[in-house]
């Protein structure tokens, strides 16, 4: 299919006059259609023009298209400087009403000790990528999505830089380091080279999506000579300034230790160099291309409020959300279950009331005295019993012993404005659960 719709607009294939007149009109400089090739107004959607407008690549055209002329800008680099951000932006808003954008994970329905983590950042220098485009007309164009043609970090490409980041922490530097480390192993799954006997981590990336784009000029220069060795080279890229989230989901599964108290210490640790990891990669390694080069790096302060949210019961958080509390019946006198129904404590197996002489060995058995209030409380049923609580308790069938259901673990969330408050937020939350909090 992609090739038919090549076929159907042959860029190199129309007379030179043609080629001329369809570039500005392909590149949205103008309005007006090119006179003899009347089939271009098919092409509505500017990323549909420019994929014809790329076969220029093989014309005399190929900088104009590019760039424009030496008096003007124009071609793709006009649109990247002034329609770009209003493309992008209204194809986001398109996939957020679709619900295609990622948000926090919702951790009601996951394991225990499992946790998400969200981080909004902003570019401190480009982000740079390789789309897998067939035809573009620059040479390293920013990967985007398929559908919808927003520049984006796969979800691949985060785990990717999020693995080198720790290898580099680590001092690795053979994938036999990393095979030989199990926390790795539990983390990502396997290193490339055991691709046979598949293991899945327990880590889950999310993809990142930006509405901003620009262009990176570069002028690789010969090693010998010094003089530049082909001419400028244009680099798409994400601009510093930037903003975009990353969200990550770890769920712990397969193979524990001995023990909870050697569960919540493998989990406590996974999510120590998790965010170490995460901070390492996002300020110092850099994600996506030419991060030797510097590129990929983001601000210490964050863009908004970063979460760390826990499905584990602790005590020392910002906030908590979690499923909400049964509602607390009314209060209920000590003698009975139920307004139609005797404490068990009070009552035979056939729901009548026990003389005082059972209830007194009942509660001796207990290892209680029967003193005052024990005498008390008997008193009180006893009263209820003979003034028409019997004749309730014969009209109301005793209800089959039902088990509550187990109640979910609650959701604990921790907020951070700065990555470095990441990192002490996850070493205090690592020290919690190995101390004892529920997970």
């Not at 076929?7 to 006179?35: C, H, I, K, Y």
């Not at 007309?137 to 985007?144: A, R, S, T």
């Not at 990669?281 to 291309?289: D, E, K, S």
């Not at 210490?300 to 959300?321: F, I, N, P, W, Y």
Request: charged share 25%; glycine share 8%; proline share 8%.
């Amino acid at each position: 299919m992609t090739h038919d719709f090549y076929a159907r607009f042959p860029f190199p294939l129309v007379d030179m006059t043609a080629q001329s007149l369809a570039v500005p009109w392909l590149a949205g400089e103008t309005n007006r259609l090119p006179p003899g090739w009347p089939d271009l107004a098919l092409l509505e959607d500017p990323v549909a023009r420019f994929d014809i407008l790329a076969q220029a690549m093989i014309t005399p055209y190929l900088e104009r298209a590019r760039s424009g002329t030496r008096a003007q800008n124009g071609g793709y680099r006009l649109w990247v400087e002034q329609r770009a951000q209003a493309f992008f932006q209204q194809r986001r808003a398109w996939m957020q009403r679709l619900g295609l954008e990622p948000v926090l994970p919702d951790l009601t329905h996951v394991p225990p000790g499992s946790w998400a983590l969200h981080v909004s950042f902003t570019l401190r220098q480009p982000y740079l990528s390789r789309d897998d485009q067939m035809f573009h007309l620059l040479d390293n164009p920013l990967k985007k999505e398929r559908v919808f043609k927003v520049p984006y970090v796969a979800a691949s490409g985060w785990k990717g830089a999020l693995r080198s980041a720790m290898r580099q922490l680590r001092g690795y530097t053979t994938l036999d380091d990393e095979a030989r480390d199990t926390q790795m192993m539990r983390l990502f799954g396997n290193v490339r080279a055991a691709e046979s006997d598949f293991v899945a981590g327990r880590l889950t990336f999310f993809p990142t999506f930006f509405d901003k784009v620009s262009l990176e000029v570069i002028n690789p220069h010969d090693r010998t000579t010094g003089v530049g060795a082909r001419g400028p080279i244009l680099l798409e890229c994400v601009p510093q300034g930037a903003q975009g989230d990353l969200f990550v989901l770890y769920v712990p599964f397969g193979p524990f230790g001995q023990s909870d108290d050697d569960r919540r210490a493998e989990i406590a640790d996974d999510l120590h160099a998790v965010a170490e990891g995460v901070r390492a990669m996002l300020t110092t390694y850099g994600f996506g291309a030419k991060t030797s080069s510097g590129f990929g790096t983001v601000e210490e302060q964050l863009a908004g409020e970063g979460k760390l949210v826990l499905r584990a019961e602790l005590t020392d958080a910002a906030t908590s959300a979690g499923a909400p509390s049964a509602p607390q019946p009314s209060e209920l006198p000590r003698y009975l279950e139920s307004p139609t129904r005797l404490h068990p404590d009070l009552r035979r197996e056939d729901g009548t009331l026990k003389s005082e002489a059972e209830y007194q060995r009942f509660i001796e058995s207990q290892g209680r005295k029967y003193g005052k209030s024990e005498k008390q409380l008997y008193d009180k049923a006893k009263k209820w019993w003979e003034q028409g609580g019997q004749t309730q308790a014969q009209q109301t069938p005793t209800p089959a012993p039902e088990l509550a259901p187990p109640e979910p673990s609650p959701v604990t969330t921790f907020t951070f404005r700065t990555l470095s408050e990441l990192d002490d937020v996850a070493q205090r939350v690592a020290s919690q659960l190995k101390e004892g909090g529920a997970a």
